[in-house]
């Protein structure tokens, strides 16, 4: 038994609620309010949304319960879990990979969160419906201005280290329990009121009629899994660290997997609703890009009857949405670290949150460096932290016996036979395609960002192997638990 274990008894969940609200607050966040609508847009609305759903249940939402049980049946973080799977040693570095996968992807999220912050602040400031208002412009003034988003960035780390300071059931699992039912209930509210708009059925009808042509084009797809991937937090190591706070009466393929994604999913289509009625009224095209939420939706708020309210509702949900995934996100290096040194939790969050922030400085200051690290990061980081979760669970841990006597352990929902093929075959076989595919398709569009990108896996993954192995003093499988087992369906 480690220190940090010894030290404390592990803290849970308050309640369901409590966990299930996390978990959606964790996952929803900008990929589906910013995200999500954007690339519907670019990738033919309705066949875009088809691929997604297929993609987001055959793939997401197995690997989701596979990490959620990761983390329930070790009750350890992401380290501690991998130390579980494999012994003390080298192996742990696979973990090492997966907290540093989520370090950086925070590290570029984090000054996200802060262009939400100034805009929902400006919202109650009612500057979006002052005459003249010009939404180009104000966010060129913006994200051309270093202290601004510096200085955003810091407020929303700041707010960060607020809310962990008081821990899981005390700090995420109080916030999120108000925040999450506020966005929900904003999105439709404004959802409603888009489809009272002139040629908002144009919009309905873009982003729910699908395009079959669509279907065939293999970079339909190739989006519709990133998005899957990106809006569910699969790989980053959120649903393993939430699952090690259940209790072992807790049901893992509900919250951990069946909800996430229905809730996931719903919420990605309220922002659709939210935003194409209005988009197709004021006569802007659904394949805006990221304009849609900074740029196109200020100035439709703004020539809105009531526009000043609706512009409250959307900006301080979508702040919401990213907050909470900002502290899911944090929680992941935060809990592996106090389990892994003598730190106290205090410690732990100002030193986790103080070294995201430093590192974040970038992203904040340069909109050209955080695109490289979400394309670094995004495309090569998440699919291999992925693939490490996946292939421990399935291999190591060995699927079937954990479908036996962990997943399915006081659960309402039965997972079958077919869930093991996934893990073991299929997830890992669609990582290794995703990474192959980043690589053909853009190695002729930027040769060094592309190589620089898979050198810098193979750095990380090299790297944290050794680090660990030399942490530790020795490698080998010591204290490597037995794996489950079990028979039957």
Sequence with gaps: MSDASARTVREQWGSRFGFLMAMLGAMVGAGNIWRMPFTTGENGGGAFLVAYIILLFLIAVPGLMAETVFGSYTDRGVIGAFKSAFGEGRAEGLGLVVVLVNIALMSYYAPIIGWTLYYAAHSLLLTFSQSGFQS??????????????????????????????????????????????????????????????????????????????????????????????????????????????????????????????????????????????????????????????????????????????WAILFFVGFLFATFSSGLAITEVAVTTISEETRLSRKSTVLAVVGGIWLLSLPSAYSGDFLNTMDFMFGNWGLPLAT????LTVGWKLEAEPIRVVALNRNSDIHVGRWW??????????????????????????????????????????????????ALRGRGGSRDAPETATGGGD
């Excluded at 412009?137 to 929303?156: I, N």
């Excluded at 649903?239 to 994604?261: E, I, M």
């Excluded at 595919?437 to 990108?453: C, E, F, H, P, R």
Aim: aromatic fraction near 10%; glycine fraction near 14%.
């Design 136 to 309: 180009q412009a104000f966010w060129d003034s913006f994200s051309g201005s270093p202290m601004l988003t510096v200085g955003m960035d810091t407020l929303a780390m700041a707010a960060t280290a607020g809310v962990l300071l008081f821990g899981i059931k005390d700090g995420i699992e109080r916030v999120v329990k108000w925040m999450i039912p506020f966005l929900v209930l904003a999105l439709i509210a404004i959802g409603i009121k888009g489809l009272t708009l002139p040629g908002a059925m144009d919009g309905l009808a873009f982003a729910f009629t699908p395009k079959w042509e669509y279907l065939s084009k293999s970079s339909t797809w190739i989006a519709a899994l990133g998005q899957a991937l990106f809006s569910t937090g699969l790989g980053w190591g959120i649903a393993l660290t939430f699952g090690s706070y259940l209790s072992k009466n807790d049901d893992v393929p509900l919250g951990g997997g069946v909800f996430t994604a229905i809730g996931n999913t719903s919420v990605g289509l309220l922002a659709i609703f939210a935003t194409f009625p209005a988009v197709f009224a004021f006569g802007f095209e659904p394949s805006d890009g990221s304009k849609l939420a900074f740029v196109v939706l200020p100035k439709v708020f703004g020539g809105m009857a009531g526009g000043q309210i």
């Design 387 to 390: 693939l490490l979760i996946i």
């Design 420 to 469: 093991v093929g996934i893990i073991k075959y299929l997830i890992p076989i669609v990582m290794v395609l995703i990474m192959a595919i980043y690589v053909v398709t853009n190695v002729s569009k930027s040769l060094a960002q592309t190589v620089g990108g898979v050198v810098l896996m193979a750095v990380l993954l090299v790297g944290s192997v050794l680090i660990m192995g």
